[in-house]
């Protein structure tokens, strides 16, 4: 099987090297003729004199006519910035569709206008920013062709201005602040338009409607009339400094009084690669995880918030697959504080990309974990007009340390280090996708079964997706510094999709999904089956609902609890067959008060039941307040020791966006697998940009009795300084 990928690859390789699809589409941008204030007013004489993008081509809910909302964008640039005006006309009059005023909205629930820049040209990685129709700022990287990450930040300023018939969104983006090659005068650009109230999301490049506007292989050209201006020295420090106090009710242990610092520096080595330093970080400001009720066998997959991290994570994230990750730069610092690291990050030219990470965390007394260095390396060549070759080394090193010295701690491996060479396939239309990787792990008394391998093949129409994954991973593989909850397996997964579009009525689009992944141990033994069955309906007015029946094969391979409350466990090897249906429903989001549901119920293991109903009600005050919750309960019923169990988890959360510089939110979560509450408050001040004043409280409860686990309230400034 695993020849039969890359004979695949061979196969649409020719489709690879096909021209660019918009190509004839191109805007000229000339350097600005008169100074410009950002203000969402187009009265300077630069503006007048910009040649202007419009006539804009609709993507939803049909890709084959132009747009019925008319957008106009134009662009000009100085020695220090790049500027973008976008005017937004209206054709129904009424309040626009905003779902508050926080940065990096969510893209489906707002009107807003988005554009995609991709400085190389390579059509794989590239920049998006933006704004809402109330001036709420959107910014991230993008990767693997148009995938998002609204993680990073940089500096950059906008201005949005409304009007009866129309709204402007006006910005600066420093040349600092994106990565791009000198010289190179031609750019993939594209403007993306979401307006709710009319259920159209337009582009000016075209796109079809199967992909999304921020796909890179569709963008158009921006054709500079000189090369862009050299950065120059770009060189920014952003220190914080730290107080707080936080007290352990369950210790009895006295307040513990903090007070902190330390400080993060951006470091231009070229304009399009970035030294990232750190020195004593603190994190204390990111964003509690969302939690869940835990039904799995194996590990759960949170995904990294910490800033440090996000800048070009791709390179070092997106080796592997959802569950072969060789890296995750969560297993860095966690529990255990960082002393300081380093990253190299960004594009060498156009065809090759380099990432280089080492960070170095402290011991720990009372576990006698030592220090440890964790090293990684990535490199990322072009081939052809999109796919990419990539190879990643990742080493976790334990410093002075002599393993089973203390008898009384345990041991740690001295070293776990891993090698991996992967192909990634993005043809020039983006119908064929694929990837194909190999990776092998080095630990202390391991040399043989730690060998994966992995390779998918995707080809996606207006009507069809098709696909086929399969994976191996071996039973001595180990991934120290990586996310991969099961080992020792086969996998085989091919999936099929059809929709089907009809000329009218209140339906869009609508077909069915199947989806089988089969799990076998080495001798092709089958360990594990879910087949899955969805009927998808897509609404005009953007709301969805979906239907689905499914059945389930394990053989568990070890003790498992299926509450995971710590009751009994079903034994290894006990075999468990069960058939569930469900439904989904997710609102129209023109609405001020918007609501989802999903169920489920059958069979579960031992014969059991179980019943599951997840639902989110939400309402705007736009666009200052955000009131969601959401609750998720399971009923599960199984023969004794378990016999019924009851699982509550409850979230609501509130938004206070004062403006688009000042944010409060309040975030409670009760788990009653967990049996505990947890409140989660957060004010935050951007009084420049990018420099930030964070004042966050945190408090854990038992439930039953109502009482106080542990307390903390952190004061956290951060400022960016440019050199």
């Not at 410009?36 to 804009?56: K, L, P, S, Y």
């Not at 060789?326 to 960004?346: D, E, K, M, Q």
């Amino acid at each position: 099987m695993k020849f039969i990928l890359p004979i695949l690859f061979s196969l649409v390789t020719f489709s690879v090297l096909a021209q660019k699809k918009n190509q004839a589409f191109q805007l000229h941008i000339k350097k600005a003729t008169s100074p410009i204030t950002i203000d969402g007013v187009m009265d300077e004489e630069a503006w007048r004199n910009a040649e202007a993008a419009d006539n804009f081509f609709m993507v939803l809910p049909m890709d084959t006519s132009h747009a019925k909302v008319h957008t106009e964008v134009r662009m000009t640039y100085d020695t220090a910035n790049l500027y973008i005006i976008a005017v937004c006309y209206l054709t129904k009059p009424g309040p626009y569709m905003i779902e508050s005023l926080r940065r990096d909205f969510v893209f489906g629930k707002n009107d807003n206008f988005i554009f995609f820049i991709d400085p190389f040209d390579d059509r794989t990685n590239g920049f998006t920013f933006g704004a809402n129709a109330a001036g709420a700022q959107w910014d991230g990287t993008l990767y693997d062709g148009g995938k998002a990450d609204l993680s990073w930040d940089n500096k950059w300023t906008s201005v949005v201005k409304n009007y009866p018939n129309q709204w402007i969104f006006e910005a600066a983006i420093p040349f600092k602040s994106i990565r791009y090659k000198k010289g190179i005068t031609n750019w993939g650009i594209n403007f993306s338009r979401l307006d709710i109230k009319v259920a159209e999301k337009s582009a000016w490049a075209p796109v079809p409607r199967q992909f999304p506007t921020a796909s890179l292989a569709y963008t158009g050209n921006l054709i500079w009339d000189a090369p862009p201006p050299v950065a120059g020295a770009n060189i920014s420090v952003i220190p914080y400094l730290l107080g707080g106090l936080n007290k352990d009710y369950d210790k009895h242990t006295k307040t513990d009084f903090r007070k902190d610092a330390g400080a993060d520096a951006k470091i231009a080595i070229t304009s399009s690669l970035n030294l990232d330093l750190t020195v004593n970080p603190d994190f204390s400001q990111v964003e509690v995880d969302r939690q869940v009720t835990n039904l799995d066998r194996y590990e759960l997959f949170f995904p990294e918030r910490r800033q440090f991290f996000l800048e070009n994570a791709d390179l070092f994230a997106n080796f592997g697959y959802t569950n072969i990750r060789p890296f995750f730069s969560r297993r860095i610092g966690l529990g255990v504080p960082i002393n300081y690291g380093a990253r190299l990050s960004g594009s060498i030219n156009k065809d090759w990309r380099i990432g280089v990470m080492d960070m170095q965390t402290k011991s720990v007394d009372e576990t006698g974990l030592p220090p440890q260095n964790f090293a990684v390396l990535a490199l990322q060549r072009r081939l052809f007009a999109r796919s990419n070759i990539r190879f990643m080394f990742v080493n976790k090193q334990s410093i002075d340390y002599n393993p089973g010295k203390d008898t009384t701690k345990p041991v740690y491996y001295q070293y776990n280090r891993n090698f991996g060479l992967e192909y990634n396939l993005a043809s020039a239309n983006n119908k064929w996708t694929g990837k194909a990787m190999m990776v092998k792990s080095f630990s202390p008394g391991k040399s043989s079964g730690d060998l994966v391998h992995a390779a998918n093949l995707q080809y996606t129409n207006k009507k069809w997706t098709v696909s086929w994954q399969h994976e191996y991973v071996g039973k001595n593989y180990n991934a120290e510094v990586g996310y991969v909850p099961r080992n020792n397996y086969i996998k085989i997964n091919p999936q099929i999709n059809y929709l089907f579009f009809p000329k009218g009525g209140v339906v869009l689009s609508h077909g069915p999904t199947f989806s089988s992944t089969y799990y076998f141990n080495k001798d092709f033994y089958q360990t594990d089956n879910e087949s899955f069955l969805m009927y998808k309906f897509n609404l005009r007015d953007q709301s969805t609902f979906d239907t689905w029946i499914a059945h389930d094969y394990v053989e568990l391979l070890k003790p498992f609890d299926p509450t995971n409350s710590g009751k009994d466990t079903l034994a290894t090897g006990t075999k468990h067959n069960w058939n569930a249906w469900g439904t989904d429903y997710v609102s129209k989001p023109q609405k001020l008060f918007t609501f989802l549901f999903s169920t489920r119920y059958g069979g579960y293991y031992a014969d059991g039941k179980r019943l599951n109903i997840t639902g989110e009600i939400g309402y705007r005050f736009q666009p200052y307040v955000s009131i969601v919750a959401d609750a998720s309960y399971n009923h599960i019923s199984l023969p004794q020791p378990w016999g019924v169990t009851d699982f509550w988890l409850i979230g609501p959360r509130i938004d206070v966006t004062f403006t688009n510089k000042l944010f409060f939110t309040t975030f409670i979560q009760y788990n009653d697998q967990l049996k505990n509450i947890n409140l989660n408050t957060r004010f935050q001040w951007r009084y420049k940009p990018a420099s930030d004043l964070f004042l966050v409280y945190t408090d854990n409860y038992y439930p039953a009795p109502l009482s106080v686990r542990n307390r903390a309230l952190v004061l956290k400034f951060t400022y960016w300084w440019n050199m």
